[in-house]
């Protein structure tokens, strides 16, 4: 599931800009296909011109029938009613998506044979001082078995010592949900943590969710500003 939303607070209409001839949305969802990991693809939206321009290019989407504040919140409404067990979140905005991290979420859920993991995500070791500080960017700590522990637009942890080695990770917009637990979210009120942070993962911690990270080394870019679209459109070349 692709949950894409037009009026985006920082870059609105980011995902109809052009990216080497095609529309960001649209780069997303082929790069999504083409991992060849899913039995199906879809993009989940509010928006008509998002709608068309999947339609239009003969791509798969689902129109939300309620008002969502967040991508999770979308995607609920979608997968409620389907025969489903697992269910992969891939940002609009990431057209740089990949097999090999996709995968290694998939494998989570292949290994977790009690069903003790309700979610997966991505994470990616940061060391420029620049982005560790950039409050875009969502950084997570986690336990020594790579439990999520919290997340945060803020540097964590905080170098109060800088000598002690300790490692920052970016967390990933890209979710792999059991059902269950991204219907519990749908159901659950945002409490006062996510609603500071606006993060929307903070939520499943805040319940007692377990989220399991994965390191990947693809750095992708994610576009949350023209900025990023401009560095996009470099590495796209």
């Given at each position: 599931m692709i949950p894409a939303r037009y009026a985006a607070s920082r870059f609105p209409g980011k995902l109809m800009q052009d990216l080497g001839g095609k529309t960001v949305i649209q780069r997303t969802y082929e790069a999504t296909v083409a991992t060849k990991l899913f039995d199906d693809v879809f993009v989940v939206t509010d928006s008509d011109i998002i709608y068309n321009e999947i339609v239009d290019n003969g791509g798969k989407v689902i129109m939300s029938k309620k008002e969502h504040d967040c991508g999770s919140d979308r995607i609920a409404e979608a997968v409620e009613l389907m025969d489903i067990d697992i269910v992969i979140n891939v940002q609009g905005d990431e057209p740089f998506t990949d097999r090999e991290s996709l995968s290694k979420l998939i494998e989570v859920f292949k290994n977790d044979n009690d069903k003790s993991i309700d979610l997966a995500s991505l994470m990616v070791h940061i060391t420029d001082e620049d982005e560790i500080n950039n409050p875009n960017?969502?950084?997570?700590?986690?336990?020594?078995?790579?439990?999520?522990?919290?997340?945060?637009?803020?540097?964590?942890?905080?170098?109060?010592?800088?000598?002690?080695?300790?490692?920052?990770?970016?967390?990933?917009?890209?979710?792999?949900?059991?059902?269950?637990?991204?219907?519990?979210?749908?159901?659950?009120?945002?409490?006062?943590?996510?609603?500071?942070?606006?993060?929307?993962?903070?939520?499943?911690?805040?319940?007692?969710k377990r989220i399991k990270m994965v390191e990947t080394d693809v750095q992708g870019v994610e576009i949350d500003t023209p900025e990023d679209l401009e560095r996009a459109k470099k590495i796209w070349k």
């Open positions: 960017t969502v950084k997570v700590i986690v336990d020594q078995s790579n439990f999520a522990l919290y997340f945060s637009r803020s540097p964590i942890p905080y170098p109060r010592d800088h000598n002690v080695g300790v490692k920052y990770f970016k967390h990933k917009g890209v979710y792999a949900f059991r059902k269950e637990a991204i219907l519990d979210f749908y159901k659950l009120p945002m409490l006062p943590l996510e609603a500071s942070e606006k993060i929307e993962c903070i939520r499943y911690l805040e319940y007692g």
